[in-house]
T-cell receptor
Framework: EAQVTQNPRYLITVTGKKLTVTCSQNMNHEYMSWYRQDPGLGLRQIYY???????DKGDVPEGYKVSRKEKRNFPLILESPSPNQTSLYFC?????????????FGPGTRLTVL | AQSVTQLDSHVSVSEGTPVLLRCNYS??????LFWYVQHPNKGLQLLLKYTSAATLVKGINGFEAEFKKSETSFHLTKPSAHMSDAAEYFCVVSDNSNSGYALNFGKGTSLLVTP
């Protein structure tokens, strides 16, 4: 089944404790991105990657890191989480091509930073 | 620069009555436009998308949207609401800007369907 998977789905952590949220897609998509969803704000892009070893900042990149060593994986790293990073996070992927391509979303990771 | 404005943060309709969720957009390029739906505690699902082939776009579950360039609008409609339509709806614009295929989301409209 074609899908985007994220792990963990739920995470509660404390301020300053490094964490990684994994994202993997099995559709051979070139483009991947991370979004965070906050009430009343919709989804905002954190980072995106056009292909392996190519990443760039989105609208809200502060406090986050990403890497793209393999085409299928795009982990989101919080080196020193803070309470304002409590949010619902979505990974998405889409094939290289046109802007009309649907983006496929993972199921989301709900992160709470105490 | 691209942006999306969803004109209503909450919409309440009775089951069986029409649904109208309003969306205006701005884009410096020829955009693509999407509507995504998010049911409670679920991920995002594509309802429909505008790709410049036709201005009236039909999606899943009886939803459709009409692209009106003169009004820069892409409103979502459904003739008859069902209880299962209760969800959060996002209007989304994408253009071929320097940020690649980034999606710019509206803030969402929460649809409530009452019996």
């Amino acid at each position: 089944e074609a899908q985007v998977t994220q792990n963990p789905r739920y995470l509660i952590t404390v301020t300053g404790k490094k964490l990684t949220v994994t994202c993997s897609q099995n559709m051979n998509h070139e483009y991947m991105s991370w979004y965070r969803q906050d009430p009343g704000l919709g989804l905002r892009q954190i980072y995106y990657s056009m292909n392996v070893e190519v990443t760039d900042k989105g609208d809200v990149p502060e406090g986050y890191k990403v890497s793209r060593k393999e085409k299928r994986n795009f982990p989101l790293i919080l080196e020193s989480p803070s309470p304002n990073q409590t949010s619902l996070y979505f990974c998405a992927s889409t094939p290289k091509g046109t802007i009309y391509n649907e983006q496929f979303f993972g199921p989301g990771t709900r992160l709470t930073v105490l | 620069a691209q942006s999306v404005t969803q004109l209503d943060s909450h919409v309440s309709v009775s089951e069986g009555t029409p649904v109208l969720l309003r969306c205006n957009y701005s884009s410096s390029y020829s955009p693509s436009l999407f509507w995504y739906v998010q049911h409670p505690n679920k991920g995002l699902q594509l309802l429909l998308k505008y790709t410049s082939a036709a201005t009236l776009v039909k999606g899943i579950n009886g939803f459709e949207a009409e692209f009106k360039k003169s009004e820069t609008s892409f409103h979502l409609t459904k003739p008859s609401a069902h209880m299962s339509d209760a969800a959060e709806y996002f209007c989304v614009v994408s253009d071929n800007s320097n940020s690649g295929y980034a999606l710019n989301f509206g803030k969402g409209t929460s649809l409530l369907v009452t019996p």
